[in-house]
């Protein structure tokens, strides 16, 4: 697992990091149970709490119980418990964790749809839900990056009305493109989510550390991670 970044809360801590290709495929869907039940451990070894994504708003409340269910449909999680890791997965689109000041945690999964139907919005309504957080730090994992994410020209202008011109952006070859990480930083902001680590990685360009939907049409997914644990958990369990 790569950290992205993390908090501490009088004896807790907050966490939140991504996996790459040499934690396994961890996609939900295409993974047979046990080799990610053994996957998911290696990697954070707590119980997983993850969603079934489906390019929507919903923001979905953890608790651990959840762990032992079926996948609830949405495309983010959020906790204030102890020694829960909310995941998302992501070939592409682009994978967001959060950290409150009133120590609870997210993690959202915004392609391009889910973004446009508000989930990052409905993340953060569903955060300060949770104890009044006032402040809320968030970390963008690796996503498809706008030189390789080609786009159609009525979608891209829909989206440029909707989170501002920097969304226009145009690939190697000169050919229109979306700019997911213009977009999302223009909701963020919009949020009042102050963005305290970006991954530089390209998920498209870096075909050694990620799975790419649209640039290779491969099935894996990596995981963003966030989860809460005791102050002193060891190095390993990380």
């Known amino acids: ?81 102890t020694n829960l890791v909310l995941a998302v997965h992501s070939g592409d689109c682009v994978p967001v964790g959060f950290i409150t000041d009133s120590a609870t945690v997210a993690a959202a999964h915004a392609g391009w749809k889910g973004l446009e139907a508000g989930v990052l919005e409905s993340t953060v309504r569903r955060l300060r839900e949770f104890g009044g957080a006032a402040a809320i730090t968030a970390a963008v994992g690796p996503h498809i990056r706008a030189s390789h994410y080609e786009f159609g020209q009525a979608d891209l202008d829909r989206l440029a009305r909707r989170f501002g011109p ?27 989510v102050d963005i305290a680590k970006w991954s530089d990685d390209c998920t498209a360009g870096e075909a050694d550390l990620y799975w790419s939907h649209r640039d290779r049409q491969e099935s894996g997914r990596i995981a963003l991670v966030a989860w809460i644990a005791p102050a002193d958990e060891t190095e390993d369990s990380r």
Do not use: Y
Not at 177 to 182: R, V
């Open 1 to 81: 697992m790569q950290p992205l970044i993390q908090r501490e809360f009088h004896g807790r801590t907050a966490r939140i990091a991504h996996s790459t290709r040499s934690d396994g495929d961890l996609s939900p869907s295409t993974v047979p149970a046990d080799v990610l039940i053994q996957r998911r451990q290696a990697a954070v070894a707590l119980p997983w709490c993850v969603a079934r994504q489906v390019h929507s708003d919903r923001a979905i409340a953890a608790a651990p119980a959840d762990a032992a269910k079926e996948r609830p449909v949405g495309d983010a999680l959020v906790t204030n418990k």
């Open 166 to 192: 920097d969304v226009i952006g145009a690939t190697n070859d000169g050919r229109p493109a979306l700019d997911l990480t213009a977009a999302i930083a223009a909701e963020l902001n919009r949020l009042g």
